[in-house]
Nanobody, 117 residues
Framework: QVQLVESGGGLVQAGGSLRLSCAAS????????MSWYRQAPGKQRELVAGITVSGTTNYADSVKGRFTVSRDNAKNTVYLQMNSLTLEDTSVYYC???????????WGQGTQVTVSS
């Protein structure tokens, strides 16, 4: 059974930082492209950042230069370092694993990030 467990969310003031983690189990992590998405109330889920099995990263324009995605295959964990947070970053953040062998995608339960003024 594949499980993705996000952690690290919380309440932070604007301009602050948070580091999200997503620990994967039940899947061969090194064969997964990993992504972070977010969804604010009343809005569609949007891609925030991704990292491929080879370590190539991509970011939404809104977070470039502020967020950094990384992975540790030894720990089966993907991270999202979020700096210079703004009110617009307030969302539920979801981790997704895209298993390249089967094409299947798995989702975590989400973690709330709230940025206050």
């Amino acid at each position: 059974q594949v499980q993705l467990v996000e952690s690290g969310g919380g309440l932070v003031q604007a301009g602050g930082s948070l580091r999200l983690s997503c620990a994967a189990s039940g899947i061969v992590f090194r064969f997964c492209n990993m992504s972070w998405y977010r969804q604010a109330p009343g809005k569609q889920r949007e891609l925030v950042a991704g990292i491929t099995v080879s370590g190539t990263t991509n970011y939404a324009d809104s977070v470039k230069g502020r967020f950094t995605v990384s992975r540790d295959n030894a720990k089966n964990t993907v991270y999202l370092q979020m700096n210079s947070l703004t009110l617009e970053d307030t969302s539920v953040y979801y981790c997704a694993a895209h298993f390249v062998i089967s094409g299947s995608t798995y989702w975590g339960q989400g973690t709330q990030v709230t940025v206050s003024s």
